[in-house]
């Protein structure tokens, strides 16, 4: 890979992609649309393929091809959104940077709004939506329920109803970039580095084309990594209903001799049976509960690297 040594440059958009081969035009477009009053002072938009099955990398190439703004990079394989925005944190000049999805549903005409609030001094500009349009109850319910169960789980508070559209400056992708932990909750991690950070409302749009890449099982993961990446609470939560379980059993335990003694009563079976199942699902609980931060800590012991670079094309430094 070529690589040139340049100044830095006043902006950097960083833009993962995954299977985008119909949005991909139009992003572009409005981006590009977004950053024209920037032009002199310089920037670019970097595309981060994340190992699409489609045509996405082929429809970078040709952006790039036409406007040398476009830098793109790309992956051996599908590593994660969160591992998308890592690689073009590493790889971006810019002294602000806006990361935003190719989707089209946080929308780049924000850009100069955004802009401004950080000349008033903010390092972080991050949007809040005040509402979610093309997006199903359900959705909004499991999101809402997240947002919830974060703020009262979460060490860091991280504001509800955001995603990782926002616009920060690079003392925070320094910040950022000297993170070394692998489960990259990237909202989190802004929350968590501090600075000042200010929000900017909008209503989310509809998705300009495709489906939606975040299956429920990505969800849950990315639930997980949020709250066990930022929080050691429900390990302290996994103690305190042990211990609630001991006092339980302790009163059915109490229950069972009185009952022996006093009333002839046959054998509490039931209260046996209460007591098992009870006390196996909590143990089922602790379980899982550790095994998650363990399983955390072996795949941070393990020190591969992040992501592994396919290709890429125009990345300077």
Not at 133 to 153: C, Q
Not at 292 to 317: A, C, D, F, N, W
Request: glycine letters at 6%; a positive charge; charged letters at 20%.
């Amino acid at each position: 890979m070529t690589v040139d040594f340049l100044p830095p440059l006043y902006l950097s958009v960083i833009i993962p992609c995954y299977n985008e081969d119909k949005s991909l035009h139009e992003c572009y477009r409005r981006i590009s649309e977004a950053c024209t009053p920037y032009i002199e002072k310089g920037y670019e938009i970097i595309f981060v393929n994340d190992g699409s099955k489609d045509h996405t990398w082929a429809i970078i190439e040709e952006l790039h091809a036409k406007d040398k703004h476009v830098i793109g990079l790309c992956f051996s394989r599908n590593f994660g959104h969160g591992m998308a925005l890592t690689a073009g944190l590493e790889a971006c000049r810019g002294e602000r940077v806006l990361i935003i999805d190719a989707d089209l549903q946080d929308p780049p005409e924000l850009l100069s709004h955004m802009m401004q609030k950080m000349d008033g001094g903010a390092d972080v500009i991050y949007g809040k939506r005040i509402r979610r349009n093309g997006e199903t109850s359900f959705k909004r319910i499991t999101a809402h329920l997240f947002y919830l169960l974060l703020s009262h789980l979460s060490d860091v508070s991280i504001p509800r109803d955001t995603g990782d559209f926002r616009l920060i400056n690079n003392k925070v992708v320094h910040a950022l970039n000297s993170m070394p932990e692998t489960a990259r909750y990237i909202r989190g991690m802004i929350a968590w580095v501090g600075f000042t950070q200010t929000p900017i409302e909008y209503i989310r749009a509809e998705r300009f084309a495709g489906r939606t890449h975040y299956t429920l099982t990505k969800m849950f993961k990315l639930a997980f990594d949020a709250i066990t990446g930022f929080s050691d609470r429900p390990l302290r939560l996994a103690f305190y209903l042990s211990f609630i379980m001991i006092l339980v059993s302790g009163f059915i335990l109490i229950y069972i001799l009185v009952s022996y003694f006093y009333y002839n009563a046959v054998h509490g079976w039931a209260s046996m049976a209460c007591i098992f199942v009870s006390s196996q699902a909590v143990q089922f609980f602790l379980l899982g509960v550790i095994g998650e931060y363990m399983g955390r800590t072996y795949q941070e012991s393990k020190h591969r690297p992040k992501y592994i670079m396919l290709t890429s094309i125009g990345v300077k430094r």
